[in-house]
């Protein structure tokens, strides 16, 4: 693939409704980062996946904020009940492997922007 | 905890002209990267330009640079020959030097408007 895609490019949620947002990231990367992105402001980093092991979620808000990665490729953000204080623009990005290997730059998808009314 | 500082909410710059993009840092580590992104109004992220802790050449890209100044931990962006497609907000972000799981600290960015 070119690039890392996020879907969908816009979610309009009801408040207390459960959103899922999808990344697929490069071919052949094995880290997958999440960043929330609010208006006006730098990402925050939310979780952090290698392979399929999730080895950083100090980042999630709350225990209503859930990630996977079952098969070590596209990887899923989950928001249950979501509040208006979760509308923001939810960024993933990849790279290749750690620092051994080099490939430690991170690529952006385009963000899913996140609306709960 | 790493915090990254852009005092600059906004800047502006003449087309053709150069201009320069502050950036603080504040870190124990002694090894470490720094990048400068930029968001144009598409919200895709771009990476620019990186510098790793360990060298003191600064790192250039074309028309982007930095100063990379490790002791004052000041990392500024120097983009020459401004164009209009440079119009964007620039973040400037830290990594610690990990084996894995590193993640970018951000800065607030700072929105450079290219004028023509």
């Known amino acids: 693939g070119a690039g890392v895609s996020q879907s969908p490019r816009y979610k309009v949620a009801k408040r207390g409704q459960d959103v899922a947002l999808r990344c697929d990231p490069i071919s052949g990367h094995v880290s997958l980062f999440w960043y929330q992105q609010a208006l006006g402001q730098g990402p925050e980093f939310l979780t952090y996946?290698?392979?399929?092991?999730?080895?950083?979620k100090s980042g999630l808000p709350s225990d209503r904020f859930f990630a996977e990665r079952p098969e070590g490729s596209v990887s899923t953000l989950k928001i249950q009940r979501t509040q208006q204080e979760d509308s923001a623009v939810y960024l993933c990005?990849?790279?290749?492997?750690?620092?051994?290997?080099?490939?430690?730059?991170?690529?952006f998808g385009p963000g899913t922007r996140l609306t709960v009314t | 905890a790493q915090t990254v500082t852009q005092s600059q909410p906004e800047m502006s710059v003449q087309e053709a002209e150069t201009v320069t993009l502050s950036c603080t840092y504040d870190?124990?580590?002694?090894?470490?990267?720094l990048f400068w992104y930029k968001q144009p109004p598409s919200r895709q992220m771009i990476l620019v330009i990186r510098q790793e802790a360990y060298k003191q050449q600064n790192a250039t890209e074309n028309r982007f640079s930095v100063n990379f100044q490790k002791a004052a931990k000041s990392f500024s962006l120097k983009i020459s020959d401004s164009q209009l497609g440079d119009t964007a907000m620039y973040f400037c972000a830290f990594m610690k030097q990990r084996e894995y799981g590193n993640k970018l600290v951000f800065g607030a960015g700072t929105i450079l408007r290219v004028k023509s």
């Open positions: 870190t124990s580590e002694s090894n470490y990267y």
């Open positions: 996946f290698q392979n399929e092991a999730q080895l950083d």
């Open positions: 990005a990849s790279s290749f492997q750690g620092l051994a290997g080099g490939g430690y730059e991170q690529y």
